[in-house]
């Protein structure tokens, strides 16, 4: 007992061992998580100066542009509000600002958003979707892929005008069931993650001017904390009414010249501007997993208040100093590693000495006069953009990381006299200097009004990948381009051709990230061609002169995929070459039909492709099969899998191995087999197309039905009769003499007539061994205008085939009767696309017919632009089937946004607006005509 009682215990202190190791991995995962780096792999900004874009912004701060100008007159009037003396009651002591254009515009219908909810929508809610988009795009993620996805949405804002002169008028006849969702700072989130579909958090906060960094901070905790998996971080800032400038001008805090003067001893206050900034963060590590293109991470985070200082409004030096401690702390950094700071520096006398104080504190000790910190405000080029100052500090420094360039301060003349310029280690950028490769992390401070502080670490992004090892076509490039309306679709397509021109990138690259990082909208137009000047010209062309919408099915709909193996008819000397040559898939396909056919003839198809013998046609209908089948194998290829295929004639020997019931020896077998015996009665048939309808073109050959008969019936009005030569002239000179539609075929052989049976208990003896078999694809008869199960196309279902009439229309109309459907013929030139759309018409039924290839047309050319118009048509195609991968990231053109005025003194266009979106809970009985909303 004592032996088992040791052993017991020995097991159980094992036992403690193993689980207080898990314990200690455990923690220290936890741990890590913690403290994990955040990648920023997406960015977009409206900043002053026009700016739009990363590269904009880039080009305004190392051109040292001053982007402050008078204040808009569509804001206020700012002469009747300026004094120049600061106690001047209802006054204020500037003139100028940092301002956005066109603030009173958005593309509503592209947000699907009503035209009487957009007038109650807060401007700034409107720019921060835009933003929020555009960030999403140039992370190179597709939109509408974060639908249902744990995206948390961290917002700031700080400005009220729109409420104020719309919900807190005074004026309670404004109200309506928009004024809360357009007007609160809670909606400015919440309006994201709804329209986008996001499930993580979504928080608005304000903190004054440091708003925007606070939601950074919470975002990185949420992160680390696995509350969601991506994140938005921002803010927006509008000046729309001019009483918070004269508060600040009664506060002594703005600058009577209006330019942010930052830790300069001309320092005199801050000017006010507007701005909007939005961040697209992850964890690294998924990042890093996803292929994500990083910009920069974030490396630690810290906020914190002032608490008791001098006054409520005024900075304390102590809380600052701590501030920047643990956010190094959280970084994980020591204070030698961060080589540039983005102050506040809002240039006001008191408060950039304190800054700068705590600044010293932290990093005296690391830096010297010989390898100082660097220290600069992106509000000495723009302004001071309040709630949105974080961000805008973030966004440049991210542009710094990746260039590795400090932009200089402006405004920076004589050093400020409160600051001890001799005891701090610090150098103000006042030329464009070089950022140390060494100390690659920058810190960014914001601090409100109020007391809250935050600040953010920002490090350079780990090595960039060399581009992948990925094969992209440069015979023939595909861009697929979407938008919701005609106007953006043609100003995408411009925007493009200037970026294709202008911006270096390999064409191939271009094509392969548009096609696979961006999301489809309502509209598409695919452009193909096999040159960049080409691509640029239909670009331009199409953006100048298109006004047709491409859109044939909506997503929602069930679309039937439709598979059209044609008869004879299509052939053209030096087709299928092309494909031959550039797609492998075409190639193997025709390949492996030679090495079937050739069991059973003495020629090789390949060889055949030269055309010399196509008017023979034991030679001509085989490759026309194989030929099919290679474009049936191609279209397969690029995930166009078929629900139904149907042929015409010999067509249904390709049909029937498409729709897997056939192996590819047995279609060779019957088409050689059937061609061979067709041949033995050439010179002995003819055919004609008339434009005779069924009932017609039956009472034509009445008496005739020993010599003549119903060969095809394509469509409605559209009928092939085949027989004795002598008999289908006779035919030919009695319609033409009635004024009929009539064409004699270039045929010397009938078809589907009675002269077909001398051959037909040769070809069921040939083919008594078929194995067909059944699949999951429907084999629809034009034999027997019927689906037929695979195990039935045995050696009678091929007699059939060839002496009874083709009744191609009433397949297509039947198909037609119970699904939309897209048809894709396959042969080297339509002979069937008119009549499929002839009979599409005749029902009134969606559909599309489509042509995969044009007689003495470019191959490549001709078969993408099919495969464009079935994605243009509604349809869905996986584009990795096209380009597997990006090789490169590259930034693309964002949305072109078809912006309409929008604003609270307009009367509501409700005449405009979608009714169901108003909430029945809210609305009840209401008059929508009397434009009372």
Known sequence: MQEAGKEKLYQQLKDAVVAIKKLKADLKEERAKKKEPIAVIGMAMRLPG?????????????????????IPSSRFDAAKYYDADYSTPGKMVVKQGGFLDQIDQFDGSFFDISYAELESMDPQQRLLLEVAHEATENAGIPVKSLFGSKTGVFIGVTNIDYQKRHFRSGDLTLINPYSYTGATVCSNSGRISYLMGLEGPSVSIDTACSSSLVTTHLAVQSLRNGECDMAFTGAANLIIDPEFTIYFSHLNALSADSRCKSFSNEANGFIRSEGAGILLLKRLSDAQKDGDHILAVIEGTAVNQDGRSNGFTAPNVQAQERLLREALNNAGLKAE??????????????????E????????????????????GSVKSNIGHTEGAAGVAGSIKSILMLQHGEIPKNLHFKTPNELIDWENTPVKIPTEKMELDTEHRHIGVSGFGVTGTNAHVILGAAPESETPKDVALRTDVFILPLSAKSEEALKALASLYADFIQNSGEQLEDICAMTALRRSRYDLTEVFVANTQESLVEKLQDFAELNDEEQKTFDSEDPIKVVLVCPGQGAQW???????????????????????????????NLIDELNGHRYEELDIIQPVLVAIEIALGELWKSKGIIPDIVVGHSMGEVAAAYLAENITLDEAAKIICTRSKLMKQTSGQGAMMVTDLNLQEAENKIADKTDRLAIAVQNSLNSTVISGQPEAIDSLLAELDAEGRFCRKIKVDVASHSPQMDVVLPDLKQALENLQAKNSNITFYSTALSQIVKGENLDADYWVKNLRNTVKFGEVVRAILGKDKAVFIELSPHPVLTNAIQENIESVQKHGIAIPSLYREKDELESFYKAFGKYFESGLEVDWKNIYPDIRQFIILPNYPWQRERFWFDEPAKLEQSTIDIIPATVVENTEIETGKL
């Open 337 to 354: 590693q961060v080589g540039y700071i983005e102050a506040h520096g809002t240039g006001t006398k008191i408060g950039d000495p304190i």
């Open 356 to 375: 700068m104080e705590a600044i010293s504190s932290v990093y005296s000790s690391a830096k010297t006069k010989e390898n100082p910190l660097i220290v």
């Open 573 to 603: 000397i030096g087709m299928a070459r092309q494909l031959y040559d550039a797609e492998p898939v075409f190639r193997k396909s025709l390949d492996d039909s030679a090495t079937s056919f050739s069991k059973y003839v003495d020629w």
């Open 50 to 70: 026009g700016v739009n874009s990363a590269k904009k912004f880039w080009d305004l701060l190392t051109e040292g542009r001053d982007a402050v100008t008078d």
